[in-house]
């Protein structure tokens, strides 16, 4: 803004001098035409008025002037007085309004300081041609604006002939922005100390884009996305080596919001691209660096996004789209105002069936907004409902893409997200240069995700192969239980031995030994040792027992409580052997019951179920022989076939032909070199997650604009709590490696298969209080120096319970089987537990509660972060600006809960003595399989982030922007995410990090053409030495024989996965005719590290063994695929509009025009889909032996072509 005093008394020829001076073609003389046909209709003529000549002529000066270094002032052609305009201005000062109203109209305007010198322009807001805007601004003034193509002068009525002495103002475009998450206080580009970017709302719908990752990638600096999830709408967005991604564990830099509501969730500060309304967007700004006042998690920007008002955006449309992909989407927007109310309606129904296998998605989203307004009034109030079923598939190993680039690796990865968001907001315009501006807010998301992931547990398995019991077979012996004592029915044999030695067996015990005995009923009329007595009386059948067996009745019952439907202590094994308390008559204490049966029932007697009556001459020894089985003397281990199988540990077990059992796992055998087994054996896990959070707060906003100084004080009280709960179960792929829940194809040990294992459950909450300030001080037009800073005091709250040996079991381990034996309450089978009967017992673990107690913490957070700026524009359109800033963002629930322990724990010794230690987590197997487990762990503390920047900005003499900045952001403390499989991964404080780099800009048009390209170089480095857990990386030791097995060592100055260093967008556009607009969009990115592979050094090809210990020493290979890199790539887009009039508009567009193959992010990670060397391979391509499973590079591939045509009608385009 400059302002020039002019003491001369201008006259015509000033005019003609000018014109000669700078050409015809510059309109001054035109201009000078217009103004004195304007001046006429007023009652002023050239040659009674030297005021209004010489004021337009010095007016026309500068703007002729401004045509050669300034392009903010458009050629006529392209900007006229009756195009509309967005007008959102408050009641204030006139002054203000006026250069306000320039900035935002895309004009240059010029008027004498003095003629508004105490005067207030009245609230002018909604969309209006700019001469109708420029009069509602000055209505009551008693002033005029004369308008001379694209420059207004404002006049006044002075005495005539009088000399003017005048203070000019001339105002060059500049649009305004908000300085914080909420309005209140505007600041022009040049007044910010920073690289701020802007997209508008023509910008957004003219770029067709879908999401918000689209949107920015094409458009924005140092921006790129990573694809990780597979899915549009759940891309990563990264911002100068900062993201800010919807997936659960990615370390967030990034804060978001919407209409000034932090949209960062509270469970893993995660962002939901696909929870904001694209079709009701009235503008994005990005905020670099640290800013302070956009409060936690602004490490290294802010994002804000404000959305429409029918004050503001009037008009109804609606637009289908259709194409590529199965893709199909209608949009619809409406706004319109009534006097002080006004009201905005957006709808937006996206669907698609995907490029990939398996993955289909739908959108839904509504958004709502109600306004009122006065002169010094604004109130809005907001509703969004969002109801979203995304299906991403993730990342797929290189060398599956390439054999068919539409499959994925394993599937479904569904998640549903569900938001309901309320928001008041509103302003109070105190007086001309005091505001209040305020809102509250309520906001409930909910996450429920299913995934279905390879079963990776299964390298560790070395369990043997079983079979299912077939239709005819009965695997558990039911026995009737119909006395009064609660134990299997039984008969008594009263047998001596003799001389009272209690030595020997009786006839009937040697013949029950001998097998002479088939079955009970034989034993029943037979007189085996000829005594003239059958040798089971079947009159004793529950006969009463005396009281020395009572203490044996009581442990009994203890026992056998659990066998009648399988709920006991241990109903899946009798129990231990009871021992009488008291002891016989030769001190040998009386054995007299351990509750094992068969139905052979020879063990009834080999193992003591006897009691004597004598305990002085245990002559007599009385046997409690077990009745005959319900179902058969053919069940249990009596119906298999001993040669090929055994009943072991309540399952059959398979034998080869050497009578040895077989591995599930051939990697587990003594050589680790078997097939493994196939049938029954699990190959997925299905993980079934819900999050439910609510965030409420409010926040309150002082501003005070008095020319050189505007200043702003706030504070803010936001509450959040959320809660966490998962399960897991085990399951099959299927031949397209689809999972799916098989409980009856999997084998019948495995719990898992037929039970959900709960991993978590997960309560917290977190209570921020906020104090902010923001001062610009103007000491000359030339001169902005800004102070910030922000207080935030947090308190957060976890209340988590794990599941049991979270350590030691997973879900692989939780076993179930068959009971040797079950107890009926009758006399027939009707009378029995019929599930127990034909189905195993599942691990007692699971019944008898799997969580541990749970555990309450408490941590506090407070800091006070400051920020220092200054922008100086020494010449006009040329701007220098500095800065320094620092933000902060305390850990997550989900990061306080997988953080990584590093104690050292003792773990072995060394053939020449070494001991050896591991960290507590890999020792213990204390790990997150994200998204779905959390556990206790060690403290975090925040993170700690300070930014500098130096910049430029100006315009070129053709009137093109540019602008350049270097920038450098230090990490503190940072956290970050360490995966040691797909699966099981940890957070850890790595120490120092920076992101550091270089942006340049170039806008503008020429004729027809317009043209915008952005460079950025984000390099995004670790400064600390640290190790952390990587089980893939071809630089690392996997010898357990060796220190540091699965330690990878990460030093200062490698570079940070998933960022590449050098990123470009450019946009050409060509104006064919006034109907016919064709854009054409090129994004490219340089070759980034994979994660896994932060220290830099993997490579592909390499290949490590080592050989193990113990007694059977075997050898252990692992090889090592790709190069965990993500190549860089170059894809070109296209599109064109055409408006038909009427309200009628087309667009085609193309993605990936050149239809280039490229990966946007790589993972290195283990492939169990890998070719077999020893393992048989299932339908799916599942290899069961593990050791023939390879560590590749994982890629997220793009898109391939894709075409899509929209159809738009706008209902009132003859209105525009």
């Known amino acids: 803004m400059a302002m020039r005093k002019a003491k001369k008394r201008f006259t015509e020829g000033d005019v003609v001098n000018a014109e000669q001076k700078f050409g015809r073609s510059s309109g001054v003389g035109n201009a000078y035409k217009q103004a004195q046909h304007a001046n006429g209709r007023h009652g002023f003529y050239y040659k009674d008025s030297r005021y209004a000549v010489g004021l337009l002529t010095l007016a026309l000066s500068f703007n002729v ?104 103002v001339n105002v060059r475009a500049s649009r305004f922005k908000q300085i914080g998450p909420m309005p209140g206080l505007n600041l022009t580009r040049e007044e910010i100390p920073g690289n701020v970017q802007s997209i508008t709302a023509e910008e957004i719908r003219d770029s067709h884009a879908v999401t918000m990752a689209e949107l920015m990638n094409g458009r924005l600096q140092s921006v790129n996305v990573n694809d990780y999830q597979g899915n549009p709408f759940q891309m990563d967005v990264t911002y100068r080596g900062f993201t800010a991604s919807p997936q659960i564990g990615t370390p967030q830099g990034l804060s978001v919001f919407m209409d000034g509501i932090r949209v960062n969730e509270p469970f893993g500060d995660v962002v939901n691209w696909d929870l904001i309304p694209m079709n009701a967007l009235a503008g994005i700004d990005v905020f670099p660096g640290s800013n302070p006042v956009f409060g936690l998690n602004t490490l290294g920007g802010a994002i804000a996004v404000r959305t429409k008002n029918g004050f503001d955006d009037p008009g109804t449309d609606i637009s289908v789209l259709a194409g590529s992909f199965g893709r199909k989407q209608a949009m619809l927007s409406t706004g319109g105002s009534r006097g002080k109310v006004a009201g905005f309606f957006a709808l937006n129904h996206f669907e698609e069936k995907g490029w990939r296998n398996d993955s289909p998605s739908e959108v839904r989203q509504v958004f709502g907004k109600g306004s009122f307004r006065t002169d010094n009034v604004d109130l809005h109030g907001s509703v969004t409902y969002v109801e979203n079923n995304l299906i991403g598939n993730g990342l ?316 702003m004080v706030g504070g803010g009280l936001d509450h959040a709590t959320n809660n966490y709960s998962n399960w897991q179960m085990l399951g099959m792929l299927n031949a397209n490696r689809k999972a799916y829940l098989a409980p009856d194809e999997i084998g019948t040990e495995f719990s898992a298969a037929q039970v959900p294992i709960y991993n978590n459950e997960f309560n917290g909450s977190s209570n921020t209080r906020s104090l902010y300030f923001s001062e610009t001080f103007t000491p000359v037009d030339s001169l902005h120096i800004s102070t910030s800073a922000r207080y935030n005091y947090t308190k957060v709250m976890t209340n988590m319970r794990v599941r049991h040996y979270t350590d030691t079991r997973d879900l692989m381990s939780y076993y179930s089987e068959y009971m040797q034996y079950l107890l009926c309450a009758g006399a027939g089978l009707d009378s029995c537990d019929s599930y127990l009967l034909e189905n195993p017992l599942i691990d007692s673990e699971l019944t008898a509660g799997v969580f541990d107690p749970y555990e309450k913490e408490m941590a506090t957070f407070h800091k006070l972060n400051p920020s220092f700026g200054v922008s100086w524009s020494p010449v006009e359109h040329f701007n220098f600006y500095a800065n320094w800033n620092q933000g902060t963002r305390t850990p997550s629930a989900i990061e306080l809960g997988c953080a990584f322990d590093d104690t050292p724990v003792f773990s072995g010794t060394l053939s020449d003595g070494t001991n050896v230690y591991r960290p507590a987590s890999l020792y213990h197997k204390r790990a997150c399989t994200l998204p779905t487990t959390l556990s206790g762990d060690p403290y975090l503390p925040q993170i700690v982030a300070r930014t500098m920047e130096l910049g430029a900005r100006g315009k070129l003499v053709n009137g093109w922007d540019w602008n350049a900045s270097i920038y450098r952001t230090n990490l503190f403390d940072d956290i970050y995410f360490v995966s040691y499989t797909s699966t099981m991964s940890f957070f850890d404080t790595i120490g120092r990090t920076r992101r550091q780099g270089l942006e340049l800009g170039l806008s503008g048009r020429e004729g027809k053409f317009d043209f915008k390209a952005n460079y950025a170089l984000t390099d995004a480095t670790f400064l600390s030495t640290v190790k952390v857990a990587n089980a893939d990386n071809s630089s690392v030791n996997h010898d357990p024989n060796l220190p540091d097995m699965d330690l990878m060592t990460i030093n200062p100055g490698n570079r940070m996965p998933g960022i590449p260093l050098h990123n470009i967008n450019l946009n050409l556009g060509y104006q064919a005719t006034d109907k016919w607009h064709l854009g054409l969009n090129m994004v490219a990115h340089s070759s980034s590290y994979a994660r896994g592979n932060e220290n830099n050094k993997h490579r592909g090809g390499v290949v490590q063994s080592w050989v193990t210990g113990g007694l059977n020493p075997y050898t252990v290979t692992r090889r090592f695929i790709g190069d965990g890199k993500t190549p860089g790539y170059a894809v070109f887009n296209f599109n064109t509009t055409y408006n038909f009039g009427n309200g009628w508009i087309a667009n085609l567009t193309i993605n990936n025009l050149l239809n280039k193959e490229y990966y946007s992010a790589s993972r290195l990670d283990i492939n169990p889909f890998s070719p077999s060397i020893n393992g048989v391979t299932g339908a799916s391509g599942f290899n069961y032996n593990s050791n023939d499973w390879n560590s590749t590079t994982f890629v997220a591939p793009g898109a391939p072509r894709a075409a899509w045509i929209t159809l738009k009608y706008d209902f009132e385009a003859d209105k525009r």
């Not at 240059?108 to 002018?124: E, I, R």
């Not at 909604?126 to 207004?152: H, Q, V, W, Y």
């Not at 094994?573 to 007299?592: D, I, R």
């Open 65 to 168: 002037i401004g045509g050669q270094l300034d392009i903010s002032v458009p050629p006529p052609e392209a900007t006229g007085f009756h195009d509309a305009v967005e007008v959102d201005l408050p009641s204030q000062p006139l002054a203000d309004s006026l250069k306000q109203f320039a900035t935002a109209a895309d004009l240059s305007l010029a008027f004498d300081s003095s003629l508004a010198k105490g005067k207030t322009a009245p609230a002018v807001k909604g969309k209006m041609t700019r001469d109708e805007a420029l009069n509602s601004i000055l209505a009551g003034s008693g002033l005029n604006a004369d308008l001379a193509g694209s420059t207004a002068v404002i006049t006044g009525l002075p005495d005539l002939g009088e000399t003017i002495a005048t203070d000019v």
């Open 396 to 711: 797929i190993p290189i060398e599956m893409y390439k054999e068919d680039s539409e499959s994925v690796f394993t599937s479904p990865d569904q998640t549903k997200n569900q938001l309901l968001q309320f928001q008041i907001a509103g302003a109070f315009q105190v007086n001309d240069n005091f505001s209040v501006t305020g809102q509250a807010y309520h906001r409930k998301s909910d996450r429920h995700a299913v995934t279905g992931d390879v079963n990776r547990d299964f390298a560790e398995y070395g369990g043997v192969a079983t079979r299912r019991p077939r239709a005819n077979e009965n695997l558990v012996c039911a026995y009737s239980s119909t006395n009064s004592y609660g134990i299997p029915d039984y008969y008594v044999v009263d047998e001596g031995f003799g001389a009272g030695s209690g030595l020997g067996l009786s006839n009937v015990a040697i013949s029950i030994i001998n097998g002479v005995y088939s079955d009970l009923a034989t034993a029943m009329v037979t007189d085996g040792d000829f005594d003239g007595n059958v040798d089971v009386d079947p009159s004793t059948f529950n006969q009463a027992l005396p009281p020395e067996a009572l203490e044996m009745i009581t442990a009994g019952r203890k026992i056998e409580s659990g066998m009648f439907h399988g709920d006991g202590p241990n109903g899946s094994e009798p129990g231990p052997t009871y021992v009488s308390t008291s002891a016989n008559g030769l001190g040998n204490a009386s054995v007299v019951y351990d509750a094992i049966s068969t139905s052979s029932w020879i063990n009834t007697v080999t193992s003591g179920n006897f009691y004597w009556t004598d305990a002085v001459d245990p002559t007599i020894t009385h046997y409690l022989v077990f009745a005959e089985p319900i179902n058969g003397t053919s069940c249990g281990a009596d119906g298999l076939d001993p040669s090929t199988e055994q009943l072991v540990n309540g399952q059959i077990q398979i034998l080869d032909a050497n009578g040895e059992t077989i591995k599930r796992n051939g990697a587990t055998g003594t050589n680790r070199a078997g097939p493994g087994y196939i049938e029954g054996t699990p190959t997925a896990v299905i993980s079934n997650v819900q999050i439910d959070q609510i965030v409420k707060g409010g926040s309150a906003q002082f501003n005070w604009d008095s020319g050189r100084h505007k200043f």
